[in-house]
Each structure stands twice: as C-alpha cells, then as structure tokens.
C-alpha cells in the first residue's frame, strides 16, 4: 500500500538505552519530518529532510540523531533514552503543493515510554 | 517561543451548533496557513488551508477566515455533527530550508454532543 509507515506502533524502553523509530514512505517525497506529541505543546519538530543526505535541527534536536540514506527512508534515534522523551513521535512527508495545500501526511504514530 | 497561539484549548459544542477556534502569529513571512484535524490514535490529517492572498476559504462545512492586517485565523465549523468531535490544530509556515516546516498550535480538543 502507498502511504507511510512509522514502526514499531508502540516500545517501551529503559532510561539509557538506545532505541530507534523508522519511518518508510511509498511517495518518494522529497521533504521528511519527525514531530513529537505531547499534552500541552501540540506538535514540535525534532529534525527535517530536503532529500537523501541533507537533514537539519528543527525546534527540539536534542538528544536525538536522524539519518536518510534512502529518499524512502528517515530513521530517528534516540542516543539514550531520557524520561522526557516519553512522547508520541509522529513522522511525515511532504510534497510540492496539491492546489488543496502541500501534500503533508503523517503517518500513524508511534508512542515511546521510556521508564 | 510557542510562535503559533491557540484558543480555546477545549471546546464543548451542540450538535447543528457552530464551532469556532482561533490562532494568531507572529511571523509576517508565514505564507501557508493549514488547519489539521486529528482522532484518537491517528496522525493529524490536513483539513483545509489558506494562504494569506485570501480573506476567506470554504470546504463543504469547514472555513478558514483569514485577517492578514491582525495576524489572525480561525476555523469556523459550520452545522456541527458529532463525527467532527476530534483535536483540530492550526499550523503556520513559510518557504525555506526546511522546506514547508509546520509551526503547529497547542490543539483544541472539540466535542460535539447530540
């Protein structure tokens, strides 16, 4: 199916550890993105990417490592895992505008407990 | 620096009933102004946008008014239906390296009751 796909749909990791999210999208789009969910913040950006090999910071970078080898692909990391990273992570791709706006879709989620 | 502000974080609306839900920016260089809809479990999906050549756009019963001259924008949810019932985030955003990078509100959790 076309669309993007964020795994796993839920991890539980410990405080220290190193756990990575995936991201695969079907579009090739050229734009990628990895947002975090909290209660009371909406959605913050963590990193970006304007195509394979080019990332940058976005609003809350810290703590977190992203890598596109792939125009498909955009794996976000987490060094070692803090309590405060407990969020719901979203990523998204984008393309060029649509006429209804730019082709930003999301994927389903993926909800990080770090304990 | 929240540079999208959000209001009301909660909104409780009768059925039939119009809703209505505020931002406001500080930027002038946003040009893209979308409004997302989101449920339960699920990723935000785009809702309808405007950009700032406008002063109004509609979609069946959804609305954005746009007042360039106050930095503000709102969704106005016209004959509200409990299906609607959901958490609805503005968003701003402008051409740059990042592409088209959305600067998201906090979100407004809407209900609507039958």
């Known amino acids: 199916d076309a669309g993007i796909t964020q795994s796993p749909r839920y991890k539980i990791t410990e405080t220290g550890r190193q756990v990575t999210l995936m991201c695969h999208q079907t579009?090739?789009?050229?734009?990628m993105f990895w947002y975090r969910q909290d209660l009371g913040h909406g959605l913050r950006l963590i990193y970006y990417?304007?195509?394979?090999?080019?990332?940058d910071k976005g609003e809350v970078p810290d703590g977190y490592v992203v890598s596109r080898s792939k125009t498909e692909n955009f794996p976000l990391t987490l060094e070692s895992a803090t309590r405060s990273q407990t969020s719901v992570y979203f990523c998204?791709?984008?393309?060029?505008?649509?006429?209804?706006?730019?082709?930003?879709?999301f994927g389903s989620g993926t909800r990080l407990t770090v304990v | 620096q929240q540079q999208v502000k959000q209001s009301p974080q909660s909104l409780i609306v009768q059925k039939g009933g119009i809703s209505i839900i505020n931002c406001a920016y500080e930027?002038?260089?946003?040009?893209?102004f979308p409004w997302y809809q989101q449920f339960p479990g699920k990723g935000p999906a785009l809702l309808i946008a405007?950009?700032?050549?406008?002063s109004e756009k509609k979609e069946g019963r959804f609305t954005i008014s746009f007042n360039k001259s106050a930095k503000q924008f709102s969704l106005h949810i016209m004959d509200s239906q409990p299906g609607d019932s959901a958490t609805y985030f503005c968003?701003?955003?402008?051409?740059?390296?990042?592409?088209?990078?959305?600067?998201f509100g906090k979100g407004t959790s809407l209900l609507v009751t039958p």
């Open positions: 998204a791709s984008s393309e060029s505008w649509t006429g209804r706006g730019y082709g930003y879709t």
């Open positions: 579009w090739s789009h050229s734009y």
């Open positions: 990417s304007a195509a394979a090999d080019i990332t």
């Open positions: 930027n002038t260089a946003f040009d893209y």
């Open positions: 405007i950009r700032p050549d406008v």
């Open positions: 968003a701003a955003s402008m051409n740059s390296n990042s592409g088209y990078a959305l600067n």
